[in-house]
Structure formats: C-alpha cells, structure tokens
C-alpha cells in the first residue's frame, strides 16, 4: 500500500475534513498500565512546525507515519510503510526484543514537544515513565492510513496499555 504525502499544500489524497475539533484523552491506570494520549490537529500548522528551517527546499511528509521508542525514550523504529507497520503493532510486545536503537532520531522527548496539543500532565506522563511508547501519525482521509488506524483500534489500545506501552495517536485534519 502505497504511502499517502504532502508537498507544500498539495495532497495526493483527496480529502474531507472528518475531524472538526481537537482533543486529547488521557487514559491513566494503576499499576504498570501505559498512557494514551490522543490528538486531531490541522494539518498546516503542523507541517509548518516540522518544515520551518527546510529552507526553500520543498519538504515532503509521508503517511502513516509509526514510530516505536523504547524505555529509554530512543527511536526504535520508524516507517510509513502500513503494511509493515500494522505487522509490527500485530506483534507487540514480543517484537521489541528484535528492536534496536535507530542512530540519529527524534528521542521520544523531542517528538513530544513537537505537539502543543498534548496536556501537561500527559507530557509529563508520557517522559516520566520508562516504558516503550508507540507513536502513530495518520491523515485524515488518507488511503494508506486505514490499515494502520484499523490496526490500532480500540482493541489494539487497550492491549498495549495493559502491556504498559504508551501509546500517542496523532491525527493530522485537512483544511476546510
């Protein structure tokens, strides 16, 4: 399945604007249970937050985008291939044991201070624990997206918190 991406201000996938407001739910459990903390943001704000010093080079954003940190809040993985990702969700937790460090990357700390949108009590939540942490990034109305939003359904939710994941869903809104 094919990535869906954005060059500036064009889509390859036509869109609808399917989320109108913004939240963040937090799910705090006792015990060893991870956090999940989800979000709608726009789009364009967004993108300008991640292209600011691109420079005039055109920036392109890939989607989905899934990124798995580990308990020391280093990127482990990283993809905007669905298919793989949702193979990879499908086999959590046993599959961080093959996992190893990404050089290079966004620590889970940079990446979360990328999103205004995450609560304070959430953020701290989120960098105070040491426990892997599941990143998924998806736009609305994005092909490629579903099989990993499918993937990652309630289900899926519930399991990797009880496996004490964090868990951060991001869901990019087109402009109206």
């Known amino acids: 399945?094919?990535?869906?991406?954005?060059?500036?201000?064009a889509c390859c996938c036509a869109g609808v604007l399917l989320f109108v407001?913004?939240?963040?739910?937090?799910?705090?459990?006792?015990?060893?249970?991870?956090?999940?903390?989800?979000?709608t943001i726009p789009v364009v704000p967004y993108l300008r937050s991640q292209f600011a010093g691109a420079g005039k080079?055109?920036?392109?954003?890939?989607?989905?985008?899934?990124?798995?940190?580990d308990r020391t809040g280093q990127a482990a993985y990283q993809s905007h291939n669905?298919?793989?990702?949702?193979?990879?969700?499908?086999?959590?937790?046993?599959?961080?044991?093959?996992?190893k460090t990404l050089p290079g990357r966004a620590t889970l700390s940079e990446v979360v201070e990328t999103f205004s949108g995450v609560?304070?009590?959430d953020r701290k939540a989120l960098l105070?624990?040491?426990?892997?942490?599941?990143?998924s990034l998806s736009l609305e109305d994005c092909h490629a997206c579903t099989l990993q939003e499918e993937t990652l359904g309630p289900e899926m939710?519930?399991?990797?918190?009880?496996?004490?994941?964090?868990?951060?869903?991001?869901r990019l809104s087109r402009p109206k």
């Open 1 to 9: 399945m094919r990535a869906c991406y954005l060059q500036g201000r």
């Open 21 to 39: 407001s913004s939240f963040v739910s937090g799910c705090h459990s006792g015990g060893h249970r991870g956090v999940t903390v989800s979000l």
């Open 57 to 69: 080079a055109k920036p392109v954003a890939d989607f989905p985008t899934l990124e798995v940190f």
């Open 82 to 99: 669905a298919g793989r990702n949702a193979e990879l969700l499908r086999s959590l937790p046993q599959a961080m044991n093959g996992l």
């Open 119 to 121: 609560a304070e009590k």
């Open 128 to 135: 105070d624990h040491s426990r892997p942490t599941v990143l």
């Open 157 to 170: 939710e519930k399991s990797l918190a009880a496996d004490g994941f964090n868990l951060v869903v991001i």
